[in-house]
């Protein structure tokens, strides 16, 4: 009965993914404007013809900062 409980653990930790490291490049770009987000998006946009992927975006409603973190795919 060890045994099989032995072997049954070491199949399914097998079938447990890796999770491979974010290499990729993640630029930062700061809007500070009333326009809005559309002011970092049209930065992005201009900076990755073929798109791009979002990380991260911080916003001060006080200072009206706007802060954006994109990776072009």
């Not at 809007?31 to 201009?46: E, F, I, L, P, Q």
């Not at 013809?49 to 991260?56: E, H, I, S, T, W």
């Amino acid at each position: 009965m060890k045994k099989y409980l032995v072997i049954l653990v070491f199949l399914l930790s097998a079938c447990g993914g890796v999770n491979q490291p974010d290499v990729r490049r993640w630029e930062t770009v700061s809007c500070s404007s009333n326009k809005g987000w559309d002011a970092c998006m049209s930065v992005a946009a201009k900076s990755c013809p073929k798109g791009f992927d979002l990380r991260n975006q911080e916003e001060d409603m006080m200072t009206q900062k706007r802060v954006m973190q994109f990776s072009c795919k």
